[in-house]
C-alpha cells in the first residue's frame, strides 16, 4: 500500500499545469453529466413515454454523437483543443437546460441530437489534451487517475441526483416531474462549472509540434500508413464493443426500476457504487500493468467481467443483480485506460485528434444501431427475457472483442511512435 500511494505522488508532482487544471475541469463537469445522465431517462418515463421512446432518445443522442466526432476531432488536430472545448463546452450546456424543460416528443429528439453533438466535440478533445501535456510514461497512470476522477465524479453526481429527486418530491411535496426537472436543472448547473478551469488552458509544447507536423491527406497514408492502420483497428473493436456495450449500458438504471421496482434513491446508490468500484479498478489498475503488461491487462479484465455480467442477466434477487453489476461494472471499465494508452501511443501526435474522434464516433454508432434492438427485446419480452437475452449478446460479443485485441496486438506487430522516434 505504501509503495502505491509513493507511486502515485510522483506521479502528481510530475503532471503539467494544464493537466492539473483538466482534472478539476473533468470533476466538476462529469459530476454534472452523471447527475443528468441518472435522471434523464427516468423523466423521459415519468413524462409517460415508453422504453422505445428512451431508446430513440439514445439513439438521437449517439448518432448526432457519430456524425460530428470526425470532423471535431479534425478541429482539435488544427486549432488546438482549448477553442474546440470551448466551443462545445457552452453549446452542451445550452443543450441541457432545453433537454431539462422540453416535454414534447419531437422537441425531445432535436434537444437529443443537438445535446450530442456539443458533447461530442467536447469528447474529441479529452484523450488528445492529456496525451499532449504528458510523456509516454505517466500515461498509464494519467489515464488511470483521469477514468477514476470520472468514476468518482460520477459516483457524487448519480448518488445526488437521485437523492435530489426524492427529496424534492416527498420533503417538498413536488411532483414527480418537476422534481426531476429541478435535479437535471442543477446537474447542468454543475457542468456549467467546468468553464472556470477550461479558460485556464495553455497551448503545450506537444500541440504546437504536432500542429506544424500536420500532412495533407494524400500524404498521410505514405508517411502514416501505421497510425492509420492502427486506427482501423481501433474503429472495428469500437464498433463491436460499443455494439455490445450499447445493448445494456444506457438502460442500466431502467433495468432495476423494471426488473425490481426499485427506488430512484436504490437505483442512484447502485449505479454510483458501480461508479465507485470501478474508480478503485483504476487506481490499482498500473500495477496489474506492471505484472501483466498493458495488451494482457485489457484482455485478463474485459474477460473476468464476463461472468459477472451473466449473473445480472439472469438473477431474479436484487441484491445478488446488483452485486454483478458492481463487479462487471469494474472489470470492464478498469481496462479502458489501458487500451486507451495503447492507443495514444502507437498513433503519431498530429493524427491523434482523428483517432479519438474516430473511436467515440463509433461508439455512439454502435449505441445506435444497438438501442432499439435492446429496448426491442425488453418490449417483446419483459423485463426478464427481454434483459437476459440483451446480456448475453453483449457477453459473447465482449468475449471475441478480447479474443481479436490479443491477435492485434499481442504479438509486438507495431511499435509505439515516441520509441520509433527515439
Given amino acids: 500500500m505504501a509503495n502505491l500511494l509513493y507511486e502515485w505522488k510522483e506521479q502528481f508532482q510530475g503532471y503539467s499545469r494544464n493537466i492539473l487544471l483538466f482534472f478539476g475541469f473533468n470533476f466538476v463537469w462529469n459530476l454534472g453529466l452523471g447527475m443528468f445522465g441518472l435522471v434523464y431517462n427516468l423523466y423521459v418515463k415519468s413524462l409517460g413515454y415508453d422504453q422505445t421512446m428512451v431508446g430513440s432518445i439514445v439513439g438521437m443522442s449517439s448518432l448526432a454523437a457519430a456524425i460530428i466526432l470526425i470532423p ?130 495553455e497551448k503545450s509544447e506537444q500541440e504546437v509540434r504536432s500542429q506544424r507536423e500536420r500532412l495533407q491527406w494524400k500524404q498521410m497514408w505514405t508517411v502514416h500508413r501505421t497510425s492509420l492502420q492502427v486506427i482501423g483497428i481501433f474503429v472495428l473493436l469500437g464498433l463491436l464493443s460499443s455494439t455490445a456495450g450499447g445493448m445494456i449500458v444506457p438502460y442500466l438504471n431502467v433495468y432495476f426500476e423494471d426488473r425490481f421496482e426499485a427506488s430512484k434513491t436504490a437505483i442512484g446508490i447502485i449505479v454510483a457504487l458501480g461508479q465507485g468500484a470501478t474508480a478503485v479498478a483504476f487506481l490499482i489498475g498500473p500495477m496489474i500493468v506492471k505484472r501483466f503488461g498493458e495488451v494482457k491487462s485489457v484482455v485478463y479484465l474485459q474477460l473476468s467481467s464476463i461472468p459477472f455480467l451473466l449473473i445480472t442477466a439472469f438473477s431474479a434477487n436484487f441484491h445478488l443483480s446488483s452485486v454483478g453489476y458492481l463487479f462487471r461494472q469494474a472489470l470492464m471499465n478498469a481496462a479502458n485506460p489501458f487500451y486507451n494508452s495503447i492507443k495514444m501511443s502507437y498513433v503519431h501526435r498530429s493524427m491523434r485528434g482523428l483517432a479519438s474522434s474516430s473511436g467515440e464516433a463509433v461508439f455512439n454508432l454502435g449505441w445506435f444501431l444497438a438501442s432499439p434492438v435492446s429496448t426491442g427485446l425488453v418490449y417483446h419480452y419483459g423485463p426478464y427475457y427481454g434483459y437476459a437475452y440483451a446480456f448475453c449478446i453483449t457477453a459473447v460479443v465482449y468475449t471475441l472483442i478480447s479474443c481479436l485485441f490479443l491477435v492485434f496486438f499481442g504479438k509486438n506487430r507495431f511499435k509505439p511512435i515516441e520509441e520509433a522516434e527515439s
Fill in 72 to 201: 471535431a476531432g479534425m478541429m482539435n488536430d488544427r486549432f488546438g483543443p482549448k477553442r474546440v472545448i470551448s466551443f462545445g463546452l457552452f453549446c452542451v450546456i445550452a443543450a441541457l437546460v432545453a433537454r431539462s424543460l422540453i416535454a414534447d416528443q419531437h422537441g425531445m429528439l432535436i434537444s437529443s441530437f443537438l445535446g450530442g453533438a456539443a458533447l461530442a466535440v467536447v469528447s474529441a478533445t479529452i484523450l488528445p489534451f492529456m496525451a499532449n501535456n504528458s510523456s509516454p510514461q505517466q500515461r498509464v497512470h494519467l489515464f488511470s487517475f483521469n477514468m477514476a476522477l470520472v468514476m468518482v465524479a460520477n459516483v457524487v453526481g448519480i448518488a445526488l441526483g437521485g437523492a435530489l429527486c426524492d427529496f424534492f418530491h416527498f420533503s417538498f411535496g413536488l411532483e414527480e416531474i418537476l422534481s426531476l426537472r429541478v435535479t437535471l436543472l442543477i446537474g447542468a448547473g454543475f457542468a456549467a462549472l467546468g468553464v472556470i478551469p477550461m479558460f485556464m488552458f
